[in-house]
T-cell receptor
Framework: ETGVTQTPRHLVMGMTNKKSLKCEQHLGHNAMYWYKQSAKKPLELMFVYSLEERVENNSVPSRFSPECPNSSHLFLHLHTLQPEDSALYLC??????????????FGSGTRLTVV | AQKVTQAQTEISVVEKEDVTLDCVYETRDTTYYLFWYKQPPSGELVFLIRRNSFDEQNEISGRYSWNFQKSTSSFNFTITASQVVDSAVYFCALSGGDFQGAQKLVFGQGTRLTINP
């Protein structure tokens, strides 16, 4: 496989459930990101991992918990979500400290619906 | 703070018409990068172009062209002879030019482009 793969593509969960979103990149990149895309809102950066360390947490509620076990995998653990958390969650990767190869690759996203 | 504004929320044109998507940005960085991404119905954001702040040359790639003007802080995108397959949401984005760490893209609100047959 190539590129950035996100699973599942669609997820419906109740407010008391616990679920996880998975992102995997096969590009050898060393930075990974979670973005949230809600209807009629700009893409919002949630978390940034660089060399497996979290370097950014944009005031995201604690019901979202990221995990980056290695440079190829990124998870977003979800628990006790609210209906307003329903959105498209996009994962991206990039190669940092490399000015000749600067660009983001996005996955297809997970469409999350909280009921 | 960095900001990207895409004032056109939705545009609808008939196939073969030319269409321009506007993007205006704000930044205090002297070095920065501008991007355009396409988001088809499948969801993923597809990279179209990156420009750095020191290169104001316009770029053409097939039916796509980009006009970067630092004087007006704009980075507009034109599709010539539009096709139905161009229908998508298009995002303009901005990133600082500091390569000492992970980069963060700031996106505009997106413009939904519909090309009608």
């Amino acid at each position: 496989e190539t590129g950035v793969t996100q699973t599942p593509r669609h997820l419906v969960m109740g407010m008391t459930n616990k679920k996880s979103l998975k992102c995997e990149q096969h590009l050898g990149h060393n930075a990974m990101y979670w973005y949230k895309q809600s209807a009629k809102k700009p893409l919002e950066l949630m978390f940034v991992y660089s060399l497996e360390e979290r370097v950014e947490n944009n005031s995201v509620p604690s019901r979202f918990s990221p995990e980056c076990p290695n440079s190829s995998h990124l998870f977003l653990h979800l628990h006790t979500l609210q209906p307003e958390d329903s959105a498209l969650y996009l994962c991206a990767s990039s190669q940092e400290w490399d000015t000749t190869n600067y660009g983001y690759t996005f996955g297809s996203g997970t469409r999350l619906t909280v009921v | 703070a960095q900001k990207v504004t895409q004032a056109q929320t939705e545009i609808s044109v008939v196939e073969k018409e030319d269409v321009t998507l506007d993007c205006v940005y704000e930044t205090r960085d002297t070095t920065y990068y501008l991007f355009w991404y396409k988001q088809p119905p499948s969801g993923e954001l597809v990279f179209l172009i990156r420009r750095n702040s020191f290169d104001e040359q316009n770029e053409i790639s097939g039916r796509y062209s980009w006009n970067f003007q630092k004087s007006t802080s704009s980075f507009n995108f034109t599709i010539t002879a539009s096709q139905v397959v161009d229908s998508a949401v298009y995002f303009c984005a901005l990133s600082g030019g500091d390569f000492q760490g992970a980069q963060k893209l700031v996106f505009g609100q997106g413009t939904r482009l519909t090309i009608n047959p």
